[in-house]
């Protein structure tokens, strides 16, 4: 037991200040403002370099910590995680307490062989009450419902072994149609306009996963050699293994050569302008498959056009005609005479996903101009066709198109929301002469699904 006079400095009165805010104490002045303590040590409290230590929690600078968990002003943290009101922070990223529960991969929230949820929850009011461990790939935590579990930290943690998520790391965004992942071009290039092998392309599995990324990074790609098959969707079938051609209106596989009378456009030789596929289905397919079976005609030079580098430009230079393109309804339609084909759709020429670019709609051929004008106000008409005309002249630019002779033995993939394709005209200059091309359709979703495919991705949970 000691006494003091007065402090010899400022930092002595803020340690005496500190030793005064001990819970229950009560310190004894002697003429010093601010008090002073009477002595430095009271039962089961003790003070040491400014840290105080009562019934085994330590307090500094107004830090309780306990077991290796912190807590200042209410907020708990273990190892770098943190619990506050409104989740959980781990590395600067912070879940909402209800996510938690829905990230839960323990055996009994998570089925480690469907990688689907077990049990699902929407209690807003569950909270995150303690940090049990904190691992490299997981958080085990416990719930205020008593619910014990865990929460991945990383890609291994959500979705299982290296081998999974180097895959993903490589091709996710992309395959999830992320602009930051694709590549605009306003020109043809060595890259947008490289040409696969067949051999090369089915020579492993990860050469065909490359390919059919390169196809959703520049939304076309070519390969050369492929066999003269009976049906030419064999190659998507059993070479790419992508599945089996989504069923339109022109059949699976529409062989598209010169038809005198024909109720397609296509069939004719004129020149058709850069457009995109099937405008007037609620749900075209993304993926155009495109081959040649026979070309022995003059001219009919192929072109493709990226419209998501034209569009990137018009929203820089007018961004209120690219907000036109992306809310005002266009009316397109299918309705030859003589068939029972009648498709009719409404949607904009522009459809985003947040603010990335996710389709284009694009065929003048087959818009419904009727119903267009019957349904729109003339205000909202003229800035329509102001900013289609407006996006058309770039799109139409020449030097913006890939131009390529099609070839027996080629293939071309498109990106139907993206990539506009047409023809130059051409002429049939003998009965002999034909140009017999044959296209079909696959679903993005089946080509995701084989560029993203991996076997063995379970998840190795610990405790």
């Known amino acids: 037991m000691f006494s003091l006079l007065k402090p010899k400095s400022a930092g002595c009165l803020r ?79 912070t879940l909402l307490h209800v996510e938690t529960r829905h990230l839960c991969r323990c055996p009994a929230c998570y089925d480690t062989h469907s990688h689907q949820k077990l049990l699902v929850t929407y209690d807003k009011e569950l909270r995150v009450t303690d940090i049990l461990k904190v691992s490299d790939n997981y958080i085990s935590v416990r719930w205020s419902d008593g619910h014990q579990g865990l929460i ?53 599995d990860e050469a065909t996963q490359e390919f059919l990324a390169h196809y959703m990074r520049y939304g ?24 089996r051609p989504s069923v339109t209106v022109f059949d699976p596989v529409d062989q598209v050569r010169y038809k005198p009378g024909g109720d397609n456009a296509a069939y004719t ?48 230079e007018r961004p209120d005609l690219f907000d036109v393109l992306t809310k005002v309804p266009v009316y397109f339609k299918l309705d030859p005479a003589k068939t029972l084909k009648n498709l009719y759709q409404s949607v904009p020429v522009v459809e985003l996903n947040g603010s990335d670019l996710r389709r284009t709609r694009d065929h003048m051929n087959t818009t419904d101009d009727y119903q267009f004008v019957r349904s729109t106000d003339l205000e909202t008409r003229k800035q329509w066709w102001a900013a289609y005309s407006f996006y058309k002249s770039k799109v139409e630019e020449e030097s913006r198109k890939i131009t390529h002779v099609i ?57």
Request: hydrophobic letters at 35%; aromatic letters at 10%.
């Open 220 to 243: 076309i790609a070519f390969v050369s050699g492929v066999p003269n098959y009976t049906d030419p969707a064999e190659f998507t079938g059993s070479d790419l293994n992508v599945g």
């Open 15 to 93: 340690s005496l200040q500190q030793l005064a805010s001990i819970r229950g104490y009560t310190p004894q002045c002697r003429g010093i403002s601010g008090g002073l303590p009477e002595h430095s040590k009271r039962e089961g409290v003790r003070v040491t370099d400014g840290i105080r230590v009562t019934d085994g929690v330590r307090v500094t600078d107004g830090v309780r910590v306990t077991d290796g968990i912190r807590v200042t002003d209410g907020v708990r943290v273990t190892d770098g995680v943190r619990v506050t009101e409104s989740g959980v922070t781990d590395r600067g990223r």
């Open 269 to 316: 030789t004129l020149e058709l302008p850069g457009h995109t596929d099937l405008p007037f289905y609620n749900d075209s397919p993304s993926a155009q498959f495109f081959t040649c079976l026979k070309n022995t005609v003059q001219g009919g030079e192929a072109f493709w056009i990226d419209t998501f580098a034209a569009l990137q430009e018009v929203r820089e």
């Open 152 to 204: 991945p930290r990383n890609k291994a943690g959500a979705y299982g072994p290296a081998h999974v998520t180097s895959l993903l790391d490589k091709y996710y965004d992309v395959a999830m149609r992320r602009n930051s992942a694709q590549v605009f071009w306003t020109s043809q290039d060595e890259q947008n306009f490289k040409n696969f092998t067949y051999e090369e392309v089915v020579s492993s």
């Open 407 to 463: 070839r027996p033995g080629d293939v071309i993939v498109t990106d139907n929301w993206r990539v506009l394709h047409g023809r130059k005209a051409f002429f049939v200059t003998s009965e002999e002469a034909q140009r017999h091309v044959a296209t079909w359709y696959i679903s993005w979703s089946h080509i995701q699904n084989r560029v993203l495919a991996v076997k063995d991705a379970f998840l190795d949970l610990e405790s």
